[in-house]
């Protein structure tokens, strides 16, 4: 790109906005696509027994195991590359992961595939192990010593997740309990509204609940947490590290290249479904570029806000067809910012009325590193492309860095994804 800095533009920036991102999205992609025997491209052919629509980790787990079970399996993406939003980018010297990077062993699924495949990994010091944590509260930047700052948060988090255990008994499997339907109304502020905080403890945990929900408070499902605290069986420090502990050492598009490689299945990139009608012979599909494609069986595997850009034939069920229109909450933003000057490796959090709620440590130095930064929707009211547009709040916690530049990615403005990029590896339930 010919702007000093690389980030993908806010949402609701205009056509400049969005002609610069897709600028970056393509060169992007470039640099992050499978390398060459990688995956098969294959002609459309008759006789397939499934098809399946969507390259990101789900799709390509569905193929590789109906391919492995003997189906003639082919895999549909829009996108010229695999891996969904998990995504990479050449950050000054160093990838980093625009969408999904961090897992944890609390995800099963995604933790099998890492040791089925001897994948190495590594850690993100801010969060496993950091030197100062502070926050910000009613406008002034907090700081006590690490153990006494955790204890804080681990009190508020454990009183907000007082019903999990009557909730989710067995988190993996789908659906509500009965006790759980009674609380699904409720949103994490209502439920934060009904504990007893001081000023300081309440923005706290308005910060991590915040970066939980990638969006402001109101907009996220209290039940959804206690979810979260379920699968990490109740314990404070297990929620932060299955967030933002372990990666990939060699990145997500690792993974998915390994799986790809050992799938057994036919590929075809840049192939966007349109289309998807079935009856009693299978299933036909129309991609976007009008070409007809069969098969006996289809697993659809896309993002929940992408799902109304298909047409299905009979219809969705109506509570998939609400909840595609209604759209997941997490709407937020995630940066990489390379700052000058001492950079020591900590974590610092501020309530959602911010820019960022949640900021650690990626790569710390003497001269310089690098921040990984979550703040929820800014609406165009801040630049995210310019980096003297973030770094007053960087200042406020730090006032000897200055911000030389920043990377970042718009998944709202990406068209097969429209909405913003997860933190964690962790793959959507196929729609059947």
């Not at 970056?24 to 397939?48: K, R």
């Not at 099963?108 to 910000?136: Q, S």
């Not at 948060?153 to 993996?172: I, M, N, Q, S, W």
């Not at 007053?392 to 097969?416: A, C, I, K, T």
């Amino acid at each position: 790109m010919e702007d000093k800095t690389c980030a993908a533009p806010a949402a609701g920036a205009g056509g400049s906005a969005r002609r610069r991102f897709l600028k970056f999205a393509s060169a992007a992609a470039a640099a992050s696509a499978l390398p060459a025997g990688a995956v098969v491209a294959a002609p459309a052919q008759p006789g397939y027994d499934v098809v399946v629509v969507g390259g990101g980790f789900a799709g390509v787990t569905a193929a590789r195991e109906l391919a492995h079970r003997g189906a003639r399996v082919v895999l549909l993406e829009a996108r010229n590359r695999l891996g969904g939003r998990t995504f990479h980018a050449n950050f000054g010297e160093r990838k980093v992961e625009l969408g999904g990077t961090w897992i944890h062993y609390t995800q099963p699924h995604v933790w099998a595939e890492v040791m089925r495949y001897g994948m190495e990994i590594a850690e993100t010091p801010g969060v496993a192990h950091p030197d100062r944590v502070l926050w910000m509260s009613e406008g002034k930047v907090l700081e006590i010593p690490v153990m006494e700052n955790w204890a804080l948060l681990e009190d508020a988090l454990k009183r907000f997740h007082a019903d999990a255990g009557t909730v989710f008994e067995r988190p993996f499997m789908p659906g509500l309990s009965a006790v759980g339907r009674k609380l699904d109304h409720l949103s994490i502020a209502d439920r934060m509204a009904a504990i007893e905080m001081s000023p300081a403890q309440r923005d706290l945990m308005n910060a991590m609940m915040a970066t939980n929900c990638h969006g402001p408070t109101a907009t996220g499902a209290y039940t959804e947490m206690l979810r979260w605290w379920s699968l990490v069986d109740g314990d404070a420090a297990r929620l932060l590290y299955s967030c933002a502990r372990y990666k990939l050492k060699d990145g997500t598009a690792a993974l998915i290249e390994r799986m790809a490689q050992d799938g057994g299945f036919d590929v075809r990139l840049s192939t966007a479904v349109a289309e998807l009608r079935q009856d009693a012979a299978g299933v036909s599909l129309v991609t976007e570029a009008d070409e007809r494609i069969s098969a006996r069986f289809a697993v659809v595997a896309v993002p929940v806000n992408t799902v109304g850009q298909i047409e299905f034939s009979p219809p969705l069920r109506p509570g998939k067809t609400a909840m595609a229109k209604e759209h997941h909450a997490g709407k937020g933003h995630k940066l990489y910012l390379k700052v000058k000057g001492r950079l020591e490796t900590l974590l610092f959090f501020a309530p959602e009325t911010e820019l960022f709620t949640m900021v650690f440590t990626e790569q710390p130095g003497e001269e310089g590193g690098v921040l990984v930064a979550f703040g929820p929707p800014v609406d165009g009211k801040v630049d995210l492309n310019d980096p003297k547009a973030v770094e007053p709040f960087v200042r406020r916690f730090l006032p000897h860095l200055s911000v030389e530049q920043v990377l970042g990615y718009d998944w709202g403005l990406d068209p097969y994804s429209r909405r913003a990029g997860a933190r964690r590896s962790r793959p959507y339930r196929p729609i059947r």
